[in-house]
């Protein structure tokens, strides 16, 4: 997830992906569709101030003829996944979803090797994914697709409400945050190991945390860094809602980093955010219906809600 392109050129990485597809399809000629990428246009909610959708932004499907179908679900799985982005605000770019013909291509493009567990990789400008035809035997599902494609069109978004296209990749955004936040828009916790796996976890293994150590862990225990991210970021939405996760990219469209960002929005560093959420878990919050009433209230945070 380093670079994307601009809108006027090609991006090496892009260029490097499209001759990869080429190479290991004979040279297979690049076909293309595309979608409006639009949203509602809303000037205000929640007191945090919203972006309205750049004229031109499309979502644009690239991919080879072999894949036609593919693309057919993708560009539902699109035009689907929009009505559900809007909650986060709206596109400034357009965004390429490059249809790999394989799983080997997809980890060339985003530069990942022995991520088995891929089928995407998001930029601010471009999303790699491989091709859902390949993804199982029988191929993937337009319920699959429609589910992996909200959780990297979330990515993209969450990059360019944040920042632009020069500036995304230095915002310091953590992996629990950024990852947690499509999942949660995916609906994917059932996905995900448990709050009791998660507590499970940390008392088996007390130096090691998914949250802090992320990066480190996310090859080898995957499972666990997706499960401390999607947990994580639930509670962060339900102390303190949604409203204030837009106040967070709202504050670092500005110019702040991701810790200044959440310290402005949320009331509180996210290292003390985070250690609160790590009690909750320890200490079993979650069972008995405890409230998750906030340590000190964000500016548009709602009141205290139960988990």
Known sequence: MKRGRSQSGWSPGR???LLVAGWLTGCASTRSTSVPAEAPSTQTEGGVAMKTPTAG???EVE??????????????AVERALPKLARWGSFDDSVTI??????????????RSGYDFLRAWARYEQIELQSPSTWTLLGA??????????????HSLMYQVASDRLGWTRKGI????????ASYTAEQGYRVPSLDDLERYWRTHPTADPLSQADTLYQGESDIVYAAAHHAFTFLVRRYGEPTVRGVLHAMS????????FAEAVGLKPEVFLQDFRNYVRWRGFKGGRKLAPLRPGPSAPPPTAP
């Open 174 to 181: 953590p992996l629990w945050f950024r990852e947690g936040m």
């Open 141 to 154: 599902s337009q319920s699959q697709v429609d589910e992996l494609l909200l959780h990297e069109l979330t």
């Open 57 to 59: 932004a499309r979502i």
């Open 254 to 261: 500005r110019g702040p980093d991701f810790s200044t960002a």
């Open 63 to 76: 991919y080879r003829e072999k894949d036609t179908t593919a693309a057919s679900q993708v560009r539902l």
């Open 15 to 17: 260029v490097a992906a």
């Open 98 to 111: 490059v249809v790999h013909p394989n799983h080997a291509a997809l980890e060339r493009a985003a530069n």
